[in-house]
């Protein structure tokens, strides 16, 4: 039987890859499920939802509801040495914001998918979705 891999073998930006695509899926399946519309109108949504500044907010105020496994995380994701920034976040928000995709991928990636859920839904509450 293969022994799953601990979130320390995991890369924090191969982790981080992954929790961004999970994010964005996760977010573009609530809003058309949501309503139907133009494409146009989906993405800017969506964008508005998963930008680096609003990761950082959430990480800003909820990393007290983060697991100590969750943190460790998160600071191997935000720490990682990154060579891009986003186009409308300061490096700290950006850093902040891969910290917070390295946990949902370590969330997706370990098949914690209660957590998962639970935490996009309070980006989406918080969002107004």
């Not at 994010?23 to 998963?50: P, T």
């Not at 496994?69 to 600071?75: A, F």
């Amino acid at each position: 039987m293969e022994e799953t891999l601990k979130y320390y073998q995991y890369s924090p930006l191969a982790l981080a890859y992954v929790g961004d695509s999970i994010m964005d899926l996760m977010v573009k399946a609530h809003v058309v499920s949501q309503d139907n519309m133009q494409v146009e109108k989906y993405h800017k949504i969506v964008s508005g939802v998963v930008c680096a500044k609003n990761q950082a907010a959430y990480v800003d105020a909820h990393i007290d509801t983060f697991s100590e496994e969750e943190i460790d995380v998160y600071k191997r994701g935000r720490n990682a040495s990154v060579h891009t920034k986003a186009k409308n976040a300061s490096m700290a928000e950006y850093k902040k914001a891969t910290g917070f995709e390295a946990v949902l991928g370590f969330l997706y990636l370990t098949g914690n998918r209660e957590r998962l859920e639970e935490i996009i839904k309070g980006v989406l509450e918080e969002a107004g979705l």
